[in-house]
């Protein structure tokens, strides 16, 4: 039983389209979290969800819009793809921020722009 | 400056070896303090956490934090190639989770 997943695992993609990632997690958390590692490994945070509500919108590009239909779902679509979009993004999801401090990762998704 | 800034390495050692991890950061508002593990191609995974300045130890682990150097240390006591991954260091603050840059460890049999 995955806690979270994401999918799709590995998305390969030309420059100029439009793409969406889904994440769900299972746990009954409140907060979801979008990622973005790059290739040095920087985790960085994108978003951040609590109940449904956007909580944390950091210096992310208008191309990138986060989607939380439910507390147990956050999509990631991204509009007009750019080669510097290519890293792989990780959706997590914790009980409450501050109260119970574990996140727990999904798998994470490879994004190619060529 | 990076609210968090951690040493990417990379770090060899040889098996048995002590490992000292660091990350130093700016904002006194974080509370709570944790260090993640990532293996290849996989999410990080939570190895410890703590809320107060001190030490907490779990196995062959110890993590270490001072508020008032905002400074957080990691200590891998008897290292194993097992150890071989990615060790981040995040801090939080409400339901805001930041990560260091991650310093890629090796242990080398």
């Known amino acids: 039983d995955t806690a979270v997943s994401q999918t799709p695992k590995y998305l390969v993609t030309q420059m100029g389209n439009d793409k969406s990632i889904k994440c769900e997690q299972n746990?009954?958390?409140?907060?979801m979290y979008w990622y973005k590692q790059d290739s040095k490994k920087f985790l960085k945070i994108m978003f951040s969800y609590n109940n449904k509500e956007l909580i944390i919108n950091e210096t992310v590009p208008n191309r990138f819009s986060p989607k939380s239909p439910d507390k147990a779902h956050l999509n990631l679509h991204i509009n007009s793809l750019e080669l510097g979009d290519s890293a792989v993004y990780f959706c997590a999801s914790s009980p409450q921020g501050a109260v119970n401090t574990e996140a727990f990762f999904g798998q994470g998704t490879r994004l190619t722009v060529v | 400056q990076k609210e968090v800034e951690q040493d990417p390495g990379p770090l060899s050692v040889p098996e048995g070896a002590i490992v000292s991890l660091n990350c130093t950061y700016s904002?006194?508002?974080?509370?709570?303090f944790m260090w993640y593990r990532q293996y290849s191609r996989k999410g990080p995974e939570l190895l410890m956490y703590t809320y107060s300045s001190g030490n907490k130890e779990d196995g062959r682990f110890t993590a270490q934090v001072d508020k008032s150097s905002k400074y957080i240390s990691l200590f891998i006591r008897d290292s194993q190639p097992s150890d071989s991954a990615t060790y981040l260091c995040a801090m939080i603050k409400s339901v805001d989770m930041r990560f260091g840059a991650g310093t890629r460890l090796t242990v080398k049999p």
């Open positions: 746990l009954g958390h409140d907060t």
């Open positions: 904002n006194s508002a974080f509370q709570y």
